[in-house]
């Protein structure tokens, strides 16, 4: 009968297979984990709707196909999502017109009655004099812009 040498392997290698084993429950759990978001900003009322907006985090924006975006989650919480026919975010000195948003695919408002996301343009660095712009139309036409000043953490 072959006698098996007690090397370091021989002893522990089903504390290794183990130690695989509960890896990938270590990693789940972090996982599942919420992450923690900036604070939500406030409230601000554009046309017949009350719209806060809440960064999804403090990050620079990110490169997404074309164009540079960041996104956010935005909370309609006076007036019916329904009566939105479209609705932009866009990052910027100012709103960029409808006309050149309905261009694209790029920074439009979508989700649910509870929670809209958005993709929003954005240039590649923040600077003092930009504005978050969100622009909204109804189905009768009306387009209503607000805007919030961005957080002085982001600015280089």
Known sequence: MARR???????????????ILVLPIYFLYQSLQPPEFPPMWDEKT??????????????????HHDDWVKDFSAY?????????????????????????????????????????????????????????WVTLQTWDGDVYQGNWELPANWLK
């Open 76 to 132: 309609v919480n006076q007036g019916e999502v329904r009566n939105i026919r479209q609705g932009y975010v866009n990052i910027g000195t100012s709103a960029i017109p409808l006309q050149e948003l309905e261009q694209d695919d790029v920074g439009i408002l979508h989700g649910s009655e509870l929670l809209q996301h958005v993709h929003a343009i954005a240039p590649q660095t923040f600077s003092a004099e930009q504005r978050v």
């Open 5 to 19: 040498k007690n090397t370091f392997w021989n002893r522990n290698k089903f504390k290794f297979s183990g130690l």
């Open 46 to 63: 554009i046309g017949p709707f009350k719209v806060a907006i809440q960064p999804l985090n403090n990050e620079p924006p990110y490169a």
